[in-house]
């Protein structure tokens, strides 16, 4: 059995990223890097945040068929690179994609086992302030971000799972439930099934000695 796809998408300024760190802190899943057209910001490091490369390269990889899913968002190109993602997942990991709704979809169609989250912000006035005192953004650009966000949420019914990230624990909390549970469907138990059903021979004759010893009659 292979690993299994999840998927965590959700608007800008909602807390991503924050949550996937205390997630990837907490559990065993490979985080997929994506691959970006968007020049890097202060502080984000190639081939940890991303792979930053130019739009040609990104094409180059396209046409080649190299992406599990790519989307276009706010001018820049944005694809799961294919290659990584699929060696994990044959390899039985779990593989955890941070994408935006387009990409989502997407991987939805492809892969129709995997699993989608979509993270909310309580309300979109509460993201307002979030992206307001994160001081990343010039006023038309928050506008912006939040009318993006407003159509994502009018998506959110097309995913799995929903988790409102108000206080972040509990937001990871519900994510890591989101994990155990689908880590414990009964088609990925089977190993666990296997070895419940197995006996032990030598344990078994110790038991017996034990039993015959209180119930046989042999007490002394
Ligand atoms: P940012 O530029 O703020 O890092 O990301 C902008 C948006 O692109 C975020 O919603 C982020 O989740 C999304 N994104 C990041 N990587 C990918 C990807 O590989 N594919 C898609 N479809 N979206 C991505």
Redesign the pocket.
Known sequence: MGGRLFVM????GVG?GTVRAKVLERTRLFY?I???T?PPRPGERDGV??YFVDRATFEALLREDGFL???E??G?L???PKAPVERALARGEDVL????V???L?VRKKVPEAVLIFLLPPSLSELKRRLVYRGKDAPEKIEKRLKQAEWEIRNAHLFDYVIVNDVLEEAVADFLAILTAERRRTPRMGPALERALKRDKDLEAELDEILRRSYGGTRD
């Open positions: 998408t959700g608007a800008s991503k997929s994506s691959m970006t968007r945040d991303y899913e790519h989307a968002y706010v820049h944005y694809g799961t994609l941070e994408i935006e387009q990409g989502a997407q």
